[in-house]
Protein backbone atom coordinates (compact mmCIF):
# COMPACT_ATOMS: atom_id res chain seq x y z
CA UNK A 1 0.00 0.00 0.00
CA UNK A 2 1.75 3.67 -1.07
CA UNK A 3 1.80 6.21 1.71
CA UNK A 4 2.61 9.46 1.41
CA UNK A 5 3.06 11.37 5.06
CA UNK A 6 3.54 14.86 4.74
CA UNK A 7 5.56 17.34 7.72
CA UNK A 8 6.91 20.41 8.23
CA UNK A 9 4.05 22.84 8.08
CA UNK A 10 3.30 25.39 10.57
CA UNK A 11 2.88 28.44 11.95
CA UNK A 12 5.56 31.63 10.58
CA UNK A 13 5.94 35.27 10.04
CA UNK A 14 5.85 36.70 6.59
CA UNK A 15 9.27 36.49 5.33
CA UNK A 16 10.28 33.58 7.37
CA UNK A 17 10.83 29.76 5.80
CA UNK A 18 9.84 26.27 6.09
CA UNK A 19 10.88 22.74 4.88
CA UNK A 20 8.21 20.38 4.06
CA UNK A 21 8.84 16.77 3.65
CA UNK A 22 6.89 13.76 2.14
CA UNK A 23 8.06 10.09 3.04
CA UNK A 24 6.94 7.93 0.46
CA UNK A 25 6.52 4.34 1.38
CA UNK A 26 5.03 1.18 -0.19
CA UNK A 27 5.73 1.01 -3.47
CA UNK A 28 7.85 0.11 -6.19
CA UNK A 29 8.14 2.50 -8.81
CA UNK A 30 11.21 3.30 -10.41
CA UNK A 31 10.64 5.99 -12.38
CA UNK A 32 8.10 8.57 -10.71
CA UNK A 33 7.91 12.22 -10.62
CA UNK A 34 6.62 13.56 -6.89
CA UNK A 35 4.71 16.47 -6.69
CA UNK A 36 3.33 19.30 -4.33
CA UNK A 37 0.07 20.97 -4.57
CA UNK A 38 -1.75 23.42 -2.18
CA UNK A 39 -5.40 24.61 -1.47
CA UNK A 40 -7.47 27.16 0.60
CA UNK A 41 -10.68 26.70 1.46
CA UNK A 42 -12.97 27.26 -0.83
CA UNK A 43 -10.70 27.29 -3.86
CA UNK A 44 -9.41 24.62 -6.31
CA UNK A 45 -6.09 23.21 -5.29
CA UNK A 46 -3.09 24.26 -7.06
CA UNK A 47 0.18 23.09 -8.14
CA UNK A 48 2.97 24.37 -6.58
CA UNK A 49 5.92 22.49 -8.10
CA UNK A 50 6.76 19.02 -9.58
CA UNK A 51 10.38 16.70 -9.57
CA UNK A 52 10.63 13.95 -12.39
CA UNK A 53 12.57 10.83 -11.57
CA UNK A 54 15.94 12.43 -13.75
CA UNK A 55 15.31 15.75 -11.39
CA UNK A 56 14.04 17.72 -13.65
CA UNK A 57 11.77 20.21 -11.96
CA UNK A 58 8.70 22.56 -12.80
CA UNK A 59 7.60 25.35 -10.32
CA UNK A 60 4.44 27.80 -10.62
CA UNK A 61 4.93 31.35 -11.40
CA UNK A 62 4.15 32.12 -7.88
CA UNK A 63 6.73 30.61 -6.25
CA UNK A 64 9.89 30.70 -8.78
CA UNK A 65 12.66 32.08 -6.86
CA UNK A 66 11.44 31.25 -3.52
CA UNK A 67 10.58 27.39 -3.29
CA UNK A 68 12.64 24.69 -4.07
CA UNK A 69 11.89 21.27 -4.74
CA UNK A 70 14.22 18.34 -3.78
CA UNK A 71 14.29 14.44 -3.41
CA UNK A 72 16.61 12.33 -1.57
CA UNK A 73 16.19 8.62 -3.11
CA UNK A 74 17.70 6.70 -0.22
CA UNK A 75 15.15 8.47 2.30
CA UNK A 76 12.13 8.19 -0.41
CA UNK A 77 11.52 11.24 0.80
CA UNK A 78 10.53 14.91 -1.46
CA UNK A 79 11.31 18.26 0.23
CA UNK A 80 9.59 21.51 -0.29
CA UNK A 81 11.89 24.29 1.09
CA UNK A 82 9.93 27.43 0.94
CA UNK A 83 11.47 31.01 1.61
CA UNK A 84 10.29 34.87 1.62
CA UNK A 85 7.31 33.49 2.62
CA UNK A 86 3.71 35.77 2.23
CA UNK A 87 0.48 35.48 4.19
CA UNK A 88 -0.98 34.39 0.67
CA UNK A 89 0.96 31.18 0.66
CA UNK A 90 -1.08 29.82 3.49
CA UNK A 91 -2.74 27.19 2.43
CA UNK A 92 -2.70 22.83 3.21
CA UNK A 93 -0.02 21.52 1.02
CA UNK A 94 0.11 17.98 -0.73
CA UNK A 95 2.51 16.13 -2.18
CA UNK A 96 1.64 13.53 -4.83
CA UNK A 97 3.14 10.56 -6.61
CA UNK A 98 2.70 10.07 -10.51
CA UNK A 99 3.55 6.48 -10.92
CA UNK A 100 3.99 7.06 -14.86
CA UNK A 101 5.43 10.48 -15.57
CA UNK A 102 5.72 11.05 -19.50
CA UNK A 103 6.31 14.04 -18.88
CA UNK A 104 6.72 16.48 -15.88
CA UNK A 105 2.87 17.59 -15.21
CA UNK A 106 1.14 20.64 -13.52
CA UNK A 107 -2.41 18.50 -13.35
CA UNK A 108 -3.70 17.13 -10.30
CA UNK A 109 -5.31 14.14 -12.18
CA UNK A 110 -1.80 13.09 -13.47
CA UNK A 111 -0.93 12.26 -9.82
CA UNK A 112 -1.77 8.95 -8.03
CA UNK A 113 -1.71 8.86 -4.89
CA UNK A 114 -1.81 11.63 -2.00
CA UNK A 115 -0.63 12.46 1.10
CA UNK A 116 -3.27 13.88 3.67
CA UNK A 117 -1.71 17.59 3.48
CA UNK A 118 0.10 19.83 6.01
CA UNK A 119 -1.02 23.00 7.46
CA UNK A 120 1.03 26.31 6.45
CA UNK A 121 0.02 29.37 7.59
CA UNK A 122 1.86 32.56 7.14
CA UNK A 123 1.22 35.75 8.81
CA UNK A 124 1.69 39.49 8.12
Known amino acids: QVQLLESGGGLVEAGGSLRLSCAVS????????MGWFRQTPGKEREFVAAINWDNSDSYADFVKGRFTISRDAGKNTVYLQMNSLKPEDTATFYCALNRAPYHLSRDEYDYDYWGQGTQVTVSS
Open 26 to 33: GHTFVRFA
